[in-house]
Each structure stands twice: as C-alpha cells, then as structure tokens.
C-alpha cells in the first residue's frame, strides 16, 4: 500500500521561496503519476502540479506556471515542488497525491482522480 509523507512547508514573506518534499514508501514508483495539490481556508483542493512516472509529462496550474517546479528523485522515491515568488494568497495546506494511472492535461487536476493522499503540510506566506 502507497504511503506519502510531506514536508518541507513553513513560513515566508511575500516573493519569498519554499521547497515542499514528498516521501513515497510501499512500492517502487516504477508506474502512474504523482502530483501536488492545496487547499486553502474555506476553498476547495485545487490541482498545483503534475508528473507522472518517467517524467516527461509535466503539467502546472496557469497561475503558478515560470515560479513553481515539479521534479522528482526515482531513487529516492521522493517528488519535490520548489516554490518561489510565492503570494499570500497561495498560503494553503499542500497535498501531495499519487495514481497508478497517468493524467491528460484536463484530467489531472480532479482530486477525485487521485487515490492516495499525504496528511499535508501547511505552508504560510505573510505580507
């Protein structure tokens, strides 16, 4: 059973920068996708950013497109979101999700499509 673990969040100023980390531990990640999603007060879990398994297909939401980075290290089983010029609106709980399944484009940003989820970590961006 796929398990995920995040951290990496906290606090920062406005254009400031966070790494998020994801732990992926009960199978090898050799198949599927993995993404990051957030959830802020009072609003719905909205898709952030996508990879699947190999890499080569990589999807952001418009708005955090040329300031957020989706990578992944196979080796270590573990997907990074690298966060910079961050606003204080995009302060949320950060998800992290995985799917044995890969996404279209239209697709991924579902939650209902993804059946494994982390706790979350929370991060906070200040004026």
Request: hydrophobic fraction near 25%; include cysteine.
């Amino acid at each position: 059973q796929v398990q995920l673990v995040e951290y990496g969040g906290g606090s920062v100023q406005t254009g400031g920068s966070l790494r998020l980390s994801c732990v992926r531990s009960g199978d090898s990640y050799s198949r599927g996708a993995m993404a990051w999603f957030r959830q802020g007060p009072g609003g719905g879990r909205e898709g952030v950013a996508y990879i699947n398994s190999d890499g080569r297909e990589i999807y952001y939401r418009n708005d955090v497109r040329g300031r957020f980075t989706i990578s992944q290290d196979k080796d270590k089983n573990t997907v990074h979101l690298q966060m910079n010029s961050l606003k204080p609106e995009e302060t949320s709980m950060y998800y992290c999700a995985a799917s044995p399944n890969q996404k279209t484009p239209e697709m991924w940003p579902n939650q209902g499509r993804w059946n494994t989820w982390g706790q979350g970590t929370q991060v906070t961006v200040s004026i």
